[in-house]
């Protein structure tokens, strides 16, 4: 089955700065990428996501990158705020007929100092 | 924070007791989804239901069970057969075919004592 590895599991930088969290995949069918954030005790609400033939997607100052090849995608946050403190999951998936079963990566907590 | 409801919040049982948690959508989402997450391992796949009567094995189905008997309602037993049972679980529910994202509920944090 698919496989997510997410890396850093923590990261901190200050208000301002950018962040970069990164997840790789293991199964080369995967077609379909979403970022969720997840605040402390709140549900997870997707951010961002992207399809296999799509190389970059951006929203405001999040954006999703994305190397087929290399089997790993990348979520920037550009010009962090406090507000975007939270817990960031990547997950991977095969837009099948209906499944769409999520391979959720292991959690990032990003911490946006003041 | 309307759509998808999840009941109880917390939960508590004593270990040896199935406990069934409420997943509730108003979405008329087609598919919902059963997650349990632990600390440092993100979203587990448990079971999942594309549609009414229908549902399948995710990831780690053993000492779960699930039914679908309703399009607006997925619930969760956490059998005694579960060795592990304490976590959080999140329910999710997702419109249908040609829709991508999931919509996840508030979720219950389960307890074993």
């Known amino acids: 089955g698919e496989n997510v590895e997410q890396h850093p599991s923590t990261l901190s930088v200050q208000e301002g700065d950018s962040a970069v969290i990164k997840c790789t995949y293991s199964d080369s069918a995967s077609n379909y990428f979403p970022w969720y954030k997840q605040e402390l005790g709140k549900r997870p609400q997707l951010i961002i996501d992207?399809?296999?033939?799509?190389g970059e997607k951006k929203d405001q100052r999040i954006a999703v990158t994305l190397n087929k090849t290399a089997k790993h995608f990348s979520l920037h946050i550009t010009e962090t705020q406090p507000e975007d403190s939270a817990v960031y999951f990547c997950a991977a998936s095969i837009l099948t007929g209906g499944g769409n079963k999520l391979t959720f990566g292991t959690g990032t907590q990003l911490k946006v100092e003041l | 924070d309307g759509g998808i409801t999840q009941s109880p919040k917390y939960l508590f049982r004593k270990e040896g007791q199935n406990v069934t948690l409420s997943c509730e959508q108003n979405l008329n989402h087609d598919a919902m989804y059963w997650y349990r997450q632990d600390p440092g391992q993100g979203l587990r796949l448990i079971y999942y239901?594309?549609?009414?009567?229908?549902?399948q094995k995710g990831d780690i189905a053993e000492g779960y069970s699930v039914s679908r008997e309703k399009k607006e309602s997925f619930p969760l037993t956490v059998t005694s057969a579960q060795k592990n049972p304490t976590a959080f679980y999140l329910c999710?529910?997702?419109?249908?075919?040609?829709?991508?994202?999931?919509?996840f509920g508030p979720g219950t944090r389960l307890t074993v004592l």
């Open positions: 999710a529910s997702r419109a249908g075919i040609a829709y991508n994202e999931q919509f």
């Open positions: 992207i399809r296999s033939n799509v």
């Open positions: 239901s594309q549609i009414v009567n229908d549902f």
